[in-house]
């Protein structure tokens, strides 16, 4: 066993959820990996169901998870059954150059982590790195301050954590995520048939008096009324998800890099591309005025953003339907 290790680290596109940032961080380590992600993850997701019970829509990126790419090697052992040997699992794993996406370990024993010492969370993390040194792992994760980043959490609190979940019947993984080594060319018929997909959403094909997932360009509209059950009260300012926004913006930045990169394959011009980018900074103002108002609750900024994001929805459907006309066209 090394005395230690430390994977490449960086903040990806995708870092909403834990998942997603461990086949950034694998797909990355791949000279053409990002390449994967442009062409799937081309559409969002949410929640159908009622706010008033779940006080969230749940906005995330579809099909970022690591078991969604065939570019990425996955082994997963169980914590039920091998938390005795959690810590020599992850070290191997680490040593044979494997990200470790952690789930169900209690933030509450993880110095550094964003629920440390105030909340018991069954939470995930990715395991970077160790150090025999001083006895830590490195862990890319929210800390206190809710800023992702790599923290170094001391290896017993990682197995105080451990026992805490199973202790209460919370049963955690640990999933080793590596890149293959084969050929990642971008997938133009993949693209454009994903991309159909995001745009062929609404309310008719997703409606919101039935439970299950939404997809593509309807998510708008559960956000904006998601914005308006805030405004109203019917979501308490207290129960609020501050980080409804941030899929929506990470969306909007890949989407940007997959025009691009098309544009740049095919030899178009760069109209659609620039057409594109005030979407991105749009989006990136829109969550900061979420943020703002999380902070220091100004319920005035809700029907601005909801505007905003109705503009946003008009502009991306406008753009990428012309987008996938001219790529069936090529």
């Known amino acids: 066993m090394a005395e230690s290790v430390a994977l490449p680290f960086f903040v990806p596109v995708f870092a909403t959820v834990q998942g997603s940032v461990a086949s950034c961080l694998a797909l990355a380590q791949h000279p053409d990996g990002y390449r994967a992600i442009l062409n799937q993850c081309t559409t969002v997701t949410c929640k159908r169901r009622t706010w008033e019970k779940i006080s969230t829509p749940d906005v995330f990126i579809s099909g970022v998870a690591p078991r969604n790419f065939k570019q990425l090697q996955t082994y997963t052992v169980s914590l039920r059954y091998a938390s005795r040997f959690a810590g020599e699992v992850i070290k191997q794993m680490l040593n044979d150059g494997y990200y470790v996406n952690y789930t169900k370990i209690d933030d509450f024993y993880l110095p550094g982590k964003s629920w440390y010492g105030t909340r018991h969370m069954p939470h995930d993390g990715i395991i970077c790195g160790y150090d025999e040194a001083d006895k830590t792992y490195s862990v890319a994760a929210y800390d206190i301050n809710w800023v992702f980043t790599l923290i170094r959490i001391p290896q ?11 202790a209460e019947g919370e049963y955690g993984d640990l999933i080793g995520v590596k890149v293959k080594e084969v050929p990642i060319p971008l997938d133009l018929k993949q693209i454009g048939k994903r991309m159909k997909l995001h745009l062929d959403s609404s309310l008719e094909i997703y409606p919101p ?3 299950g997932k939404a997809y593509g360009l309807v998510v708008y ?4 009324r998601y914005m308006e059950d805030l405004y109203e009260g019917r979501v308490s300012y207290e129960k609020m998800d501050w980080r409804v926004l941030r899929p929506i913006w990470e969306h909007k930045k890949c989407m940007l890099d997959r025009i691009r990169a098309v544009e740049e394959e095919l030899g178009w011009t760069n109209t659609l591309s620039v057409a594109y980018e005030p979407l991105l900074e749009q989006a990136d ?5 979420y943020a703002l108002h999380h902070r220091k609750r100004r319920d005035s900024v809700l029907p601005r953003i909801r505007e905003g994001l109705a503009r946003i929805k008009e502009s991306e459907t406008a753009i990428l339907n012309e987008f996938v006309e001219q790529l069936e066209n090529y």
Do not use: K, S, V
Not at 156 to 166: K, Q, R, V
Not at 221 to 224: N, P, R, T
Not at 285 to 289: K, T, V, Y
């Open 156 to 166: 017993d609190c990682l197995a105080l954590g451990i026992e805490a979940c199973l």
């Open 209 to 211: 008096n039935q439970n």
């Open 221 to 224: 509209d559960y956000l904006m």
């Open 285 to 289: 103002h829109l969550r900061m005025m």
